[in-house]
C-alpha cells in the first residue's frame, strides 16, 4: 500500500503544482491584458494628438501661403468636408 500511497501523494504533488502555475498565469495573463488596454489608450491619445498637430500645421502652412497645391487641395477638401458636417447639423437643428 505504501507505494500507492507514495503515487497519489506524487501525483497530488504534481497537481498542486499545475494549479499554482496555472494560477500564476491567470495573473501573468491579467497583468498583460491590463497593459495592452492602457497601450491602446494611449495609442489612441497619441493618434489623436498626431491629428491635431497636423492639422495647426495645415493651418499655419495655409495663413502663412506655403502650402504645396496638393497639401492646399487637401486642406480644402477637410475644410468642405467640415462645412458639409456642419450643415448637417444646423439642418437636424432646424427639424
Known sequence: MSSLQSNIKRITDKLQR????????????????????????????????????????????????QMAA??????EKHINNYIKEIDKCIGLLSE
Not at 491567470?26 to 491602446?40: A, F, V, W
Open 18 to 65: 499545475v494549479l499554482k502555475l496555472h494560477q500564476q498565469l491567470q495573473k501573468d495573463n491579467e497583468r498583460q491584458t491590463k497593459i495592452i488596454k492602457e497601450l491602446q489608450e494611449t495609442k489612441e491619445k497619441n493618434t489623436q494628438t498626431i491629428a491635431e498637430l497636423q492639422q495647426q500645421a495645415d493651418i499655419l502652412k495655409a495663413s502663412a501661403g
Open 70 to 75: 496638393q497639401d492646399k487641395k487637401a486642406f
